[in-house]
């Protein structure tokens, strides 16, 4: 029924802000979290160069006492001369050859002793030890692979064994040849083993089985004082090879080709062994140079992890930024949207900005002390400004304990998903969901058309 009252004051309609003024400031926040991307991927961009930083210190260190090493070896080398025959069967000319044979029995032991050295802030994995490898060598099957008329350079023959970085050699490399003591010269004259090395000449000469002096196989031993960085492998060139190492080190990682049949892994360090067969790799006990034979696929060892990786962390914490963003600004707009104060955009972009502090507080501090104790430290800070600031804002204590709660719940949540490697993935997806259920249940009542609703 129309009111005729003549001093009745018609109902004045709403603005356009009043009615869309909720979601105006929805997608005013949606993009200050965007823009706040920018110095998150910065912050990612800083860590990443840390890391390389890292990088260049373990290089630098590593460069001057030694690099990751792998033993090739040792390795029998019998030089040949190939005879070239033309048509009617004369000699031609002679080419030069080598002939291949790798020990029946390898027997490696030895003591690594690992030590961490610094770059300025920066660790960096060192280690010595003594090994002993040592086995048998059957006298070399020359009528295998060696053609008939060929000639055998007997007394030319040598003992090989590859070394990556012969800077990591402590001292001088003695072999014991059937009881002889001898001396390793550097370098590897023939191709085929390894870029790198050492080698020992030897008198293959064979002795008529007459007499007493005739051996069917050769023993060896090898004494080699060794020095490198992050990692110690081997390959398992015995027909049967079998690996002791034990080291004070509490964190290894057995990795490569072969894992280690026994180990003992406890807080004073390690103890482990490994036998593996010349039919558990894909090369022959015995080849000449017409064939090439890569080793490097069967290599087998130990490295010396760091505990902690904290840039890896770090990394995988960034990739939640956004989330902690848009969910402390969602938190912030439900209050504004119940309270009587309003929140101004360059509130909402310096609460922003003290959550992508949060990053950089978490890279410096745990670049100092362990990731988990940083972790906490920055948390902290972050969660104690940002509820400050909150509960300034809306003058009230309640409020802003409501938004550092809110920061805590996700800081644990994140602290929990970072220390998952299998199951990170499923318990991020969860918390995730989760998370999203309680933001749909906190949104139903908002009121974001601004018009008053009930019934009359």
Known sequence: MQSTDPFSVPPQESSFWQRQGATLKGILIFILVLALLIPTFMIEGIIHERESRQAEAISEVSSKWGNRQTLAGPVL?????????????????RLLKQAYFLPDALQISGTISPEKRHRGIFEVVLYSGQLALEGTFAQPAVEKIIPSDAIILWNKAMLVLGIPDLRGLKD??????????????????????????????????????????????????????????????????????????????????????????????????????????????????LWTSDQEQVFESSGFGVEFLLPVDNYQKSTRSVK????????????VFFIEMRQSNRV???????????????????????????????????????????????????HSTRMGLLVGGTLTVLYGFLFITLQQQDYALLTGSIGLFGILAVVMYASRKINWYGRQTGVE
């Not at 490198?228 to 690996?243: A, E, N, R």
């Not at 939640?320 to 938190?331: D, Q, S, V």
């Not at 990053?359 to 509820?387: C, D, R």
Request: net charge negative; glycine share 8%; proline share 8%.
């Open 77 to 93: 080398v019998l030089p040949f001369e190939q005879i070239l025959r033309n048509d009617k069967g004369l000699e031609t000319g």
């Open 172 to 285: 001088q490399v003695t072999l014991q040849w059937d009881g002889k003591g001898l001396v390793a010269d550097p370098g590897i004259p023939v191709t085929g083993v390894a870029e790198s090395g050492i080698h020992v000449p030897l008198d293959l000469t064979p002795i008529p089985a007459t007499l007493p002096e005739n051996k069917t196989e050769h023993k060896f031993r090898l004494d080699v004082a060794l020095k490198g960085s992050g990692s110690l492998f081997f390959t398992p060139v015995g027909k049967v090879t079998q690996l002791h190492l034990n080291s004070p080190w509490p964190d290894p990682s057995f990795t490569g080709a072969f894992l280690p049949d026994e180990k003992t892994i406890s807080a004073t360090g390690f103890d482990a062994s490994w036998k593996i067969l010349n039919l558990n790799r894909n090369y022959p006990q």
């Open 320 to 331: 939640y930024a956004i989330l902690f963003i848009g969910l402390t600004f969602l938190c």
């Open 344 to 394: 101004h955009p360059f509130q909402y972009a310096l609460i922003g900005l003290a959550l992508v502090i949060f990053y950089t507080l978490l890279v410096s501090i745990s670049e100092h002390i362990p990731f988990n104790p940083a972790y906490l430290i920055s948390a902290i800070m972050t969660v104690g400004l940002t509820g400050l600031y909150a509960g300034s804002l809306f």
